[in-house]
């Protein structure tokens, strides 16, 4: 049983960032190699990324640098609170700036919605006690930090900026810091939260 979740993680992860990544190609505003750019400037992108190879180690048994990093302590709570996140931003800050239809609709939904779900419910019923420790997941706190930093650098540069809150040229960079000061934070809770549940599950896991 969870070796076909794993399998479906992988298929639905995967299936929905391919399929997000022609579309953007066939409805580009800019040329192929800034629009795979910016493809890869999104935290929903990247983060489903990490989710598909997350499961495709499992799925293949891979073990090999990098993707040993994969199987590490901390990996799956880590991963599991910034779905989350970007589960829940597009929930509250972003569902209602657009309306997308058709094939559009279902990968959105896909990214923002069910995979977010799916890899919650996944982590519910295959957390273990020793993932559960904060050291563990303090490496992976670079992510987001990484993540800001580029998207701040390369939208000076650029313009481009991939989530209004974070637009630099409209928001200015004081509320652009708040902005993600509060992410951040909201990532950091909902680690905390996942720790503590994690804690309960498991303590009381046959």
């Known amino acids: 049983m969870k070796r076909k979740t794993e399998i479906i993680g992988m298929s639905l ?9 022609i579309l953007i190609l066939l409805n580009r505003q800019a040329d192929i190699f800034e629009t795979i750019i910016r493809f890869f400037s999104f935290f929903t992108i990247l983060t489903n990324i990490l989710v598909g190879l997350y499961f495709t180690t499992k799925v293949f048994h891979v073990s090999r640098f990098p993707f040993n990093l994969f199987r590490k302590k901390g990996t799956l709570t880590a991963i599991t609170s ?3 996140i970007v589960g829940l931003v597009y929930q509250v800050v972003l569902r209602n700036i657009w309306t997308p239809t058709g094939l559009q609709f279902i990968v959105d939904e896909l990214l923002h919605t ?4 799916f890899v919650l419910h996944y982590w519910y019923l295959n957390i273990k006690h020793n993932d559960l420790t904060i050291s563990s997941l303090t490496i992976w706190l670079l992510y987001p930090i ?3 930093f580029f998207v701040l650098i390369r939208g000076y540069f650029s313009g481009f900026y991939p989530y209004p809150f974070l637009n630099v040229t409209n928001i200015g960079y004081q509320q652009t810091f708040i902005n993600a ?8 809770i909902m680690m ?6 994690g804690k309960i599950i498991t303590k009381n896991r046959p």
Do not use: C, D, E, M
């Open 82 to 84: 910034f779905i989350f």
């Open 13 to 21: 992860s995967w299936f929905a960032v391919i399929v997000q990544f």
């Open 181 to 188: 000061g509060i992410i951040f934070g909201v990532a950091l």
């Open 146 to 148: 990484f993540f800001l």
């Open 114 to 117: 069910v995979i977010p779900i």
């Open 192 to 197: 905390g939260t996942l720790l503590s549940i």
